[in-house]
């Protein structure tokens, strides 16, 4: 037998016996383990949710090359609980300050202050009207300017018979009527006046031939002068005070060119007049006439008032053109 046999037979055996030796104790006595998972076994009370809680624990921060120990600290799941829903709570506090307060709540799209936005759109509409109100006024002045006014060629008959639209009575003084015979006698129009004549209207003359001193007007109101004509300072009438609701009258017989409202002069009546005359009343508090309406000199066409940005106090700005200037209505018309 080689050597090489017998060492094999004697590793087998050995191995064997050993074998023999370690498993023979299990074989005559089974051990048996308890089920961890079994409260009865482990013979300990089911805690509640709330108790489990409060259990603490310690957590260790340690350096990992030298394992030194660098903190610890005993929480509980109670307590990591507590500190993230704290965190959560207060973040979201933050983020609805500073969306209800502060004008970040403009950048989130859909999201705005209905309030400042309904008022920007009252804003561009009031722009709007006065953009417009101020275009349709730089349109009949320019046309007044321009002598580009729409008239009537002739007044019908019963616009001479009617009785004038007026608030009040206004009595006639001896020196008016005098003047206004002297009037219809140099101008040929007594006959009109009377209802002898079939035309209406006198021919329109020619604007040249007439000079406003062969005019004769009717002052707007009885009231005090309080300013002048300065055409520098862009004052193109005088301004004339008068107690409150007093009538504004006709200066001469004319067509109502324009009765409309301006941002400015408020209330605002234009008359076109013979010999290329206009005359214009403004700051009005309401209009008696309206546009295309025939007046009688001496007829109440408006009340005075205090409408438009351009004034400070109840008064009526009054303006006399001929030939597209204007003209110092003191110097053909008797105010007192």
Known sequence: ???????????????????????????????????????????KPQRSLRERLKDTYRMTIMNPETFE?????????????????????????????????TPLKSYLPGYGDAAEYYELLDKIDDLEGQVESNQTYMDYFKKMLTEDVETKKEIPKEAVNQIPDSLMDIP????????????????????IINGT????RPAPVNM?????????????????????????????????????NTPIKAAMDGYVVSADYTVETGFTMVIQHQHGVLTSYKHCSSLLKKQGSFVRAGEAIAIIGNTGTLTSGPHLHFELWQNGKCVDPTEYIAFK
């Open 1 to 43: 037998m080689s050597l090489k046999s017998l060492l094999r037979d004697t590793g087998l055996a050995m191995w064997r016996g050993l074998k023999e030796t370690v498993t023979r104790p299990f074989k005559k006595k089974q051990v048996a383990f308890p089920n961890l998972m079994d409260p009865a076994a482990t013979n």
């Open 69 to 101: 120990e660098v903190g610890s600290y005993n929480l509980s799941l109670m307590s990591v609980y507590t500190l993230f829903s704290s965190f959560f709570v207060g973040v979201t506090l933050i983020v609805i300050a500073l969306l209800a307060f």
């Open 172 to 191: 006639t003084i001896e020196e008016e009527r005098q003047l206004r015979e002297q009037y219809e006698r140099n101008n040929g129009v007594a006959s």
């Open 197 to 200: 004549d079939n035309n209406p």
């Open 208 to 244: 040249k031939d007439v000079a406003l001193e062969q005019l004769y007007f009717t002052p707007p109101i009885d009231g005090q002068i309080i300013r002048g004509l300065k055409p520098r300072e862009s004052h193109l009438g005088i301004d004339l005070v008068a107690p409150k």
